[in-house]
């Protein structure tokens, strides 16, 4: 609980060498956490929380592109396992640093230190968080951050910067939401009580009293005083630009943040360029991070509210706010609120807009990007269902949900423990009788046999793989549901999005982007829709994918690729212990 | 969740052999379960639950002398690990089957199954309970019985039995109790809100407006028709002579148990028996187990009260009451309840009360009764403080509050993993400080220099110990606590009990009992005094030794025994992993 501390390592890699050239240090960042609950109240309601050096968020990394960060990871939780997971690190050599339970490495147990150590070899914008059972959702996430190398400059320019990672936020335990999501009959907690930006909001109003944007509303989501949960305070001078960088952590939802009378230019999305483009509102998904700068050119003899809502379900949770302060006059007594209601997003179910957003992402070329290959060896399409098992509402891909297997899957490849998964990979295509698949149905047709599953799909070291995330009706009739998808250990092309039922005849030609698609890590299937990814198989290791909502994943929606796995590094010991991983003394 | 199966695997010893005797069947008893969350409401409070097979109380164990129990527990659990201590069995040559979280395992991961496999070597009453964190006070425990061998008879006579585990019930999550333990400044939940006979409780007042015992309180303390927590009912035949299997998986609470109008003839305390002495009214302490025989000689027209009360702290919870119900006329349309008030127990604070029923009991003799050796040849005194260590209050035996470890401590002796604890055994004695123990000062001077450990005591094999439990004052003026010790892996001799500070020269002499003190597994130490046991180091392994008394144990009340260390067996796989117990593959 004592404070982190940070130990800088400087390494003087070219003095080493003795080269001429200016020394290029690459550092050794060093941090020291002790995992442990914490009571805490975010938005003024008192939770149990899952909080690192007591801190939420927890603690920010900072480094820069090249270092090396180590993380000595202290579980003091008296009875759970833990593990985190650097969303968006590519782990290229370090594959059980990775922080997946079950994949990467077993459950860190209480008592246990573990040490992360990684390469951040690209700068952007990261963060981290918990990867087993529900963990993320008990708080346990907080930002990363890789700056340029000194001398390397940003496509754009800005004055200063903030970083808010935004949350949905639930009051009840993550062990009555996982017992929820597990029991007969499926009770699922709903919409998130609060939003939170950078982990600060406000609960203490229904949404009957205090309707979304409404400007009543304005004391129950932001107070300049309470001693709880002052919104989080963005201080700029009039006139100067800034880069936010924003991350979702989002247990749940689709979320859409905005600023009052300013417009975000995008700039970088999950670390990669974008070519900038200008937004007034900006979707986020759960597992995505962005850059987006603002000026301050506005009326400077007030604030603006700096809002975040729910779109993609209906909404019932009150907006998340912060506050724009514009220096210096707004500043002398106390917080000044403004005198506005909450900003308000784009009707939650106008589902275009959404896509048209996510449609403007093009890279931005030149610099670092590569365009991908022309062609892939290999196409998935990952059918996403929703479906009944044994009297379980679960989530499959092509009619297998998944199920964490007790061995972490890394280990299970590097020792050749085949019983630890299904031996049988899953399926490349939705099941032979889904030749004419009728995404619209209720209950799906297509997964009538759906099944639990932990096979694998196992790729050729550098095979260029294509993804195609197909939507269809949950159980619930006219129903589809937004869902947001996360690879380890690569960024990939987003190709195309599409509405209907992906052709692969004829919809590669027609509807994908060869020449500058984004790289990302993480990129939304809209409703009734699809999108393609490729990316190149070329990390040794195992990697889950999967919705990165965590309740999906929780109920099965994702699965694991495994790549290179005759060229997989040395597996430390403290990854091991668990399943078939016990030693046989 | 499904339901738990039992396999009864008749293993034909005599036949294999040819004999001309009878044949003596030793059976396997095999039980597959599975631990889950589980949300009920024992005392129509929902809460949340660590359950076996979706029940709570967890299924009952019934075996018979000589059988081999095996159980196949499956964790369930998303992110807790999990084991399971069979308290009382003395897992005679299966120290790892023993349950104590990082002593005799590792905590069984989510997703693991791990396969508990001992002999129950002796008859009695027995009880199983979580021994990872606070497990227990999340209501994971069940009974184990343990029958004779057809044609061995008890030492008395009964007709017909009934078996009922007891407990305190508190509302907070154990997470948040764990917090609060760890918390600086320090938070305890409390006294417990209900008490449960088999689970079964009400929570619906307050002292305030339901003093105990009082008659308007019956409403609130059981009811016949409430869907939740109907009383449990022992239906008995007039005239007829019952045994009661009682026992105490309580976290905090020294409880009472009485039933209105009836007498109580003890006959066993933690499966031994005991010469039978009449009660009406049992204290039964944290751990401890009971046999009672009551007879239904009372008026047979109504029903009486079974009640249970906290004794030795100011209570604040209602009595928890069931129903003895007279057949058969007061079963005919539902539930009578009885006329009467709840049954009172002693005023909490009179410990001499205490005190002299605990010195009541002596053991039953002849049979398989072994007096204890005349001498041992090691005396430890056991120090019992309450302290400050670096801001958190703790407890401490010698200066010594324990910390678990990491690696169990069975597999570091077998495998001389020797950072796995403490190298420095810890003092047999308290600190030559106190040699003028002032056991009612507050703060205690004697326990000034407390610290963290996890050393252990290791006997010789066949070593005679003695161990006096001295209690103090604790961090509270004028207050001591009872506080009630649990030896793994043995049975001990209660020697005797004494106040104020144990004088080696003279007690011994004066107030032990070598020729029929009863033999335990768990023993009372009454405020600012002692108690005296002696054992036989007989058991190759490491035995938890500690305050029963979850919360005090959390604090560090309690130490590790370990004997016989050249003479371990072979420690299973699946005992390992955690900590230094991980492959280096």
């Not at 949350?167 to 597990?182: C, F, N, R, T």
């Not at 891909?397 to 280990?411: D, E, H, K």
């Not at 949950?474 to 690569?490: A, D, F, K, R, V």
Request: charged share 15%; with cysteine; glycine share 8%.
């Amino acid at each position: 609980m004592g404070p982190w501390t940070i130990f800088l390592v400087a390494v003087l890699l070219a003095a080493a060498l003795g080269g001429e050239q200016a020394a290029v240090q690459a550092a050794v960042v060093k941090y020291d956490w002790t995992v442990d609950y914490l009571s805490a109240a975010p938005d003024c309601v008192e939770r149990l929380i899952i909080a690192i050096n007591g801190q939420f968020p927890s603690p920010t990394i900072q480094a820069v592109q090249g270092d090396t960060v180590v993380v000595n990871l202290k579980n003091n939780l008296p009875t759970e396992g833990v593990t985190i997971h650097w969303h968006g690190i590519s782990q290229k050599g370090t594959p059980f640093s990775d922080g997946a339970a079950f994949v990467s490495q077993c459950p860190i147990n209480p008592g246990e230190i573990f040490t992360y150590k990684f390469v951040v070899d690209k700068s952007g914008t990261y963060f981290y968080h918990g990867h087993f059972g529900m963990q993320r959702a008990a708080g346990l996430f907080g930002s990363l951050i890789v700056s340029l190398p000194p001398g390397e400059k940003e496509p754009f320019s800005y004055d200063g910067e903030f970083s808010l990672l935004l949350s949905d936020w639930y009051h009840q335990s993550i062990y009555l939401q996982e017992l929820g999501l597990s029991s007969i009959p499926f009770e699922f907690v709903g919409e998130p009580q609060s939003l939170l930006i950078q982990g600060r909001g406000k609960y203490n109003c229904s949404l009957d009293l205090c309707p979304v944007g409404s400007p009543d509303c304005l004391q129950c989501n932001a107070s300049a005083n309470a001693a709880c949960a002052a919104p989080f305070v963005l201080p700029v001078q009039p006139g100067k630009t800034y880069r936010l960088r924003l991350g979702s952590a989002a247990i749940l939802s689709s979320l859409n943040f905005i600023i009052e009378n300013h417009n975000m230019t995008v700039v970088e999305a999950d670390s990669h360029y974008v070519e900038p483009f200008v937004v007034d509102n900006l979707d986020i998904y759960s597992g995505q991070s962005y850059s987006v700068l603002i000026t301050a050119n506005q009326e400077p003899t007030r604030n603006y509210w700096v809002g975040l809502n729910v779109r993609g379900r209906l909404p019932a949770t009150p907006t998340g706010l912060a506050v724009l302060q514009y220096l210096p006059s707004n500043s002398s007594s106390g917080l000044l609120l403004p005198p506005t209601p909450a900003p308000q997003s784009p009707v939650w179910n106008d589902f275009a807009v959404s896509v048209a957003q996510a449609e403007k992402y093009a890279a931005k070329t030149g610099l670092a990007y590569s365009a991908p290959p022309a062609k892939s060896h290999r196409l998935l399409i990952f059918l996403n269902t929703q479906n009944t098992i044994d009297g379980h509402i679960r989530w499959a891909i092509n009619n297998i949900s998944y199920v964490p297997t007790a061995t972490p899957v890394l280990a299970a490849f590097k020792f050749k423990l085949w019983k630890a998964f299904d031996q049988t990979p899953p399926p490349d295509r939705p099941p032979p009788s889904d030749n004419h698949l009728d995404i619209y149905a209720t209950p799906n047709a297509n997964s009538s046999h759906a099944r639990y599953g932990n096979g694998v799909y196992v790729f050729k070291l550098g095979e260029v793989v294509d993804v195609v995330i197909q939507n269809t009706n949950t159980l619930n009739p006219n129903n589809s549901e937004i869902h947001s998808w996360h690879l380890h250990g690569h960024s990939f092309w987003v190709l195309g999005y599409g509405k209907g039922v992906f052709d692969p005849q004829t919809d590669p030609a027609q509807r994908y982007n060869l020449v500058n698609p984004p790289l990302r890590n993480t990129v939304a299937v809209f409703p009734y829709g699809w999108v393609a990814i490729r990316f190149i198989a070329d990390n040794p290791g195992a990697w889950p994918f999967h919705c990165h909502i965590e309740p999906h994943f929780f109920m099965g929606m994702g699965t694991v690729f495994a790549e290179g796995i005759h060229n997989l590094p040395h597996i430390p010991s403290q990854t091991l212990g668990c399943g078939l991983t016990k030693p046989n003394w």
